[in-house]
C-alpha cells in the first residue's frame, strides 16, 4: 500500500460498514451501522439518505485519525442505482421486495437462459434485471435519459462524481452480463439497458478524487482517490487468494454473512465446466476482479441463524459461549434435534423446503449448536454443487463459531479446512486492489475436526430434506 491510510467502505444488505487502515494493512478504526428499509411510495427502498448521513459523520470521525489517501466502495451484489444527470431517478428498490406475479411473469419471459448467463433466476429482486424491469414498468421514462449503476459504484460516484459499471458487480446472478463472453447479456442489449450501463471500469481503477462537497463535509484530504470497488464476495475472495494455502491452489472460499456464498477458486480456470451447475439449487457463476467466471452456490444462511436465534447472532461465534456450545453438540445428537431446510424459502440448495424443527432443544446452548450444525450441512450441501476440493477457507461473520466450522470440516475429510481472522475479509480483499503484495497480518488456521462421525448423520438430514423437497 501506500504511506497514507485507506478507508474501506462496504456496504451490505444487513450492514453498512467503514474501517480505517494503516499504510502496513493494520486496522486502525471499525463503524458499523444497521441499515434499514425505507418506503418509497409503492415499494420499500435501499436507505441511501441515511447510509450517506452515517458515512459522512463516520468520515469526519476518520479524518481526524489518520492523513486518507484513498476510499474503496464494496457492495451487495443486488443493488443498482438509476441516476438522471446528477440525482437518483429513483430510489433503489430493496431486492426482498416481492415482484408482482405478472411482472414477474413478463420478466421471465424476457431473460435469458442460465447457460446463457450463468444467472440463476432468483425470488424478488435478486436478479437486477428484474428490479430494472419493474421500476421501467412503473415508471416509463426511467427507460430513457438514465444510466444504471451497481451499488458498488453507486457509492464510489457519491463520493467522486464519477460513473462507472464493474464486472464482479455485474457478473452476479444479474441477468446483465454473459461471464462467458464478458460482455453484456442479449437482455440487457434488448431491454436498452447495456447502452445505459455505466462506462465498464476495473474494480482497482481510481474513478477520481474527492469532490468538493464532500472534502468539506467530512474533513478529508482534497487529493483522496476514489476506487471503483466491486462485489463484496469478490473482495473476500481476493483476501482468501493472498494467503499461500489458497493462492494458485485448487480452492473454495465460504464468505459468511447475510449470505453465505461459497465461490471456487480453480487451479486452472480454463478446464472448469459451468455446465453442471444447478441453477434450480441457487448454483450461479459470479465473475472475479480479472474477469474469470468462478463456479459459485449460496443460501441466506446469516438471515436464517437470525431467524432461528433472535438478532444477536453473536452468541453463535462470540468467544466465552464456544465451550458451552460444544459441549452442548453430543446431545443434541442424541436427542434427535434436527432443523431441516429451509427458513429462507427460494434461496439456498434446498428452496423447496419449509424450514422446521424436529425435537427442538429447550436448553438455549443446545438450541444454539442445533442451529450451528444446520449451517455446517446446508454448506456442505453447496459444496457438493459446486465441486469443491482440496481446500476450503471460511472467513466472514460466523468463522469463529467452532460448532459449524468444527462440524464442517467433520462433514469434509476431503478437505483442508482453514478459518481466517474477522479482519482479513472483505476490507481486506478491497485493500489488495491497492497493493496485491499486501500479506495478511495473520496467518490462517486449520481447522480441527469434530471428533464425531456425522456422516450418517448427514445421511438421515439430507433424505429427510429431500422428501420435504418432494412434497412441495
Same mark, same amino acid.
Given at each position: 500500500?501506500?504511506?497514507?491510510?485507506?478507508?474501506? /467502505?462496504?456496504?451490505?444488505?444487513?450492514?453498512?460498514? &467503514?474501517?480505517?487502515?494503516?499504510?502496513?494493512?493494520?486496522?486502525?478504526?471499525?463503524?458499523?451501522?444497521?441499515?434499514?428499509?425505507?418506503?418509497?411510495?409503492?415499494?420499500? #427502498? /435501499?436507505?441511501?439518505?441515511?447510509?450517506?448521513?452515517?458515512?459522512?459523520?463516520?468520515?469526519? +470521525?476518520?479524518?481526524? =485519525?489518520?492523513?486518507?489517501?484513498?476510499?474503496?466502495?464494496?457492495?451487495?451484489?443486488?443493488?443498482?442505482?438509476?441516476?438522471?444527470? $446528477?440525482?437518483?431517478?429513483?430510489?433503489?428498490?430493496?431486492?426482498?421486495?416481492?415482484?408482482?406475479?405478472?411482472?414477474?411473469?413478463?420478466?421471465?419471459?424476457?431473460?435469458?437462459?442460465?447457460?446463457?448467463?450463468?444467472?440463476?433466476?432468483?425470488?424478488?429482486?435478486?436478479?437486477?434485471?428484474?428490479?430494472?424491469?419493474?421500476?421501467?414498468?412503473?415508471?416509463?421514462?426511467?427507460?430513457?435519459?438514465?444510466?444504471?449503476?451497481?451499488?458498488?459504484?453507486?457509492?464510489?460516484?457519491? &463520493?467522486?462524481?464519477?460513473?462507472?459499471?464493474?464486472?464482479?458487480?455485474?457478473?452476479? *446472478?444479474? $441477468?446483465?452480463?454473459?461471464?462467458?463472453?464478458? !460482455?453484456?447479456?442479449?437482455?440487457?442489449?434488448?431491454?436498452?439497458? !447495456?447502452?445505459?450501463? !455505466?462506462?465498464?471500469?476495473?474494480?482497482?481503477?481510481?474513478?477520481?478524487?474527492?469532490?468538493?462537497?464532500?472534502?468539506?463535509?467530512?474533513?478529508?484530504?482534497?487529493?483522496?482517490?476514489?476506487?471503483?470497488? =466491486?462485489?463484496?464476495?469478490?473482495?473476500?475472495?481476493?483476501?482468501?487468494?493472498?494467503?499461500?494455502?489458497?493462492?494458485?491452489?485448487?480452492?473454495?472460499?465460504?464468505?459468511?454473512?447475510?449470505?453465505?456464498?461459497?465461490? @471456487?477458486?480453480?487451479?486452472?480456470?480454463?478446464?472448469? $465446466?459451468?455446465?453442471g451447475l444447478d441453477e434450480a439449487r441457487d448454483c450461479l457463476i459470479n465473475v472475479d476482479a480479472y474477469g474469470k467466471p468462478v463456479p459459485s452456490a449460496r443460501f441466506m444462511g446469516g438471515r436464517e441463524i437470525e431467524m432461528l436465534i433472535g438478532l444477536d447472532t453473536r452468541r453463535?461465534?462470540?468467544?466465552?459461549?464456544?465451550?458451552? =456450545?460444544?459441549?452442548?453438540?453430543?446431545?443434541?445428537?442424541?436427542?434427535?434435534?434436527?432443523? =431441516?431446510?429451509?427458513?429462507?424459502?427460494?434461496?439456498?440448495?434446498?428452496?423447496?423446503?419449509?424450514?422446521?424443527?424436529? !425435537?427442538?432443544?429447550?436448553?438455549? #446452548?443446545? *438450541?444454539?449448536?442445533?442451529?450451528?450444525?444446520?449451517?455446517?450441512?446446508?454448506?456442505?450441501?453447496?459444496?457438493?454443487?459446486?465441486?469443491?476440493?482440496?481446500? +476450503?477457507?471460511?472467513?466472514?461473520?460466523?468463522?469463529?463459531?467452532?460448532?459449524?466450522? @468444527?462440524?464442517?470440516?467433520?462433514?469434509?475429510?476431503?478437505?483442508?479446512?482453514?478459518?481466517?481472522?474477522?479482519?482479513?475479509?472483505?476490507?481486506?480483499?478491497?485493500?489488495?486492489?491497492? $497493493?496485491?503484495a499486501l500479506p495478511p497480518v495473520e496467518p490462517l488456521e486449520l481447522v480441527e475436526p469434530l471428533d464425531i462421525d456425522l456422516a450418517s448423520w448427514r445421511d438421515r438430514w439430507r433424505a429427510e430434506a429431500g422428501r420435504m423437497e418432494e412434497a412441495a
Open positions: 500500500m501506500r504511506d497514507r491510510a485507506t478507508i474501506v /467502505l462496504d456496504v451490505g444488505k444487513t450492514l453498512a460498514k &467503514l474501517s480505517l487502515w494503516a499504510p502496513d494493512g493494520v486496522l486502525v478504526e471499525r463503524r458499523v451501522r444497521p441499515n434499514e428499509r425505507i418506503r418509497a411510495g409503492s415499494y420499500m #427502498a /435501499l436507505d441511501t439518505a441515511g447510509i450517506e448521513g452515517w458515512i459522512a459523520e463516520v468520515l469526519r +470521525l476518520f479524518a481526524r =485519525l489518520a492523513d486518507v489517501g484513498a476510499i474503496i466502495p464494496v457492495g451487495h451484489g443486488a443493488g443498482a442505482a438509476i441516476l438522471r444527470a $446528477d440525482a437518483l431517478a429513483c430510489p433503489p428498490l430493496d431486492y426482498e421486495e416481492a415482484m408482482p406475479a405478472n411482472l414477474r411473469a413478463a420478466y421471465d419471459a424476457e431473460r435469458d437462459t442460465f447457460g446463457d448467463t450463468g444467472s440463476p433466476a432468483l425470488p424478488d429482486g435478486l436478479n437486477l434485471g428484474a428490479q430494472i424491469f419493474r421500476l421501467e414498468q412503473f415508471d416509463p421514462g426511467l427507460a430513457h435519459g438514465t444510466q444504471i449503476l451497481p451499488w458498488a459504484q453507486y457509492w464510489s460516484w457519491v &463520493l467522486s462524481g464519477v460513473a462507472a459499471s464493474e464486472v464482479t458487480s455485474l457478473g452476479c *446472478h444479474t $441477468d446483465l452480463w454473459n461471464p462467458l463472453t464478458a !460482455a453484456p447479456s442479449g437482455l440487457a442489449e434488448r431491454r436498452g439497458w !447495456a447502452e445505459r450501463l !455505466a462506462p465498464l471500469r476495473r474494480a482497482g481503477e481510481i474513478l477520481g478524487t474527492l469532490t468538493p462537497a464532500w472534502v468539506q463535509r467530512t474533513g478529508l484530504p482534497a487529493d483522496t482517490e476514489i476506487y471503483c470497488g =466491486l462485489h463484496d464476495s469478490n473482495a473476500a475472495l481476493l483476501a482468501a487468494r493472498s494467503f499461500a494455502e489458497i493462492a494458485t491452489h485448487e480452492s473454495t472460499v465460504l464468505s459468511t454473512g447475510t449470505w453465505f456464498v461459497a465461490m @471456487r477458486s480453480p487451479e486452472d480456470a480454463a478446464s472448469v $465446466d459451468t455446465s453463535i461465534d462470540i468467544a466465552p459461549d464456544q465451550p458451552a =456450545l460444544l459441549a452442548s453438540l453430543p446431545g443434541v445428537l442424541t436427542g434427535d434435534a434436527m432443523l =431441516l431446510p429451509t427458513f429462507a424459502p427460494g434461496f439456498g440448495p434446498f428452496p423447496r423446503g419449509r424450514g422446521r424443527w424436529i !425435537a427442538e432443544p429447550g436448553d438455549p #446452548a443446545a *438450541h444454539r449448536a442445533a442451529v450451528s450444525l444446520y449451517a455446517a450441512l446446508v454448506a456442505d450441501a453447496s459444496l457438493d454443487l459446486i465441486g469443491t476440493k482440496e481446500r +476450503l477457507l471460511i472467513e466472514g461473520r460466523f468463522a469463529e463459531g467452532q460448532v459449524f466450522v @468444527r462440524a464442517l470440516a467433520a462433514l469434509r475429510p476431503d478437505l483442508r479446512v482453514y478459518v481466517g481472522k474477522a479482519h482479513n475479509d472483505v476490507s481486506y480483499g478491497a485493500l489488495r486492489l491497492i $497493493d496485491a
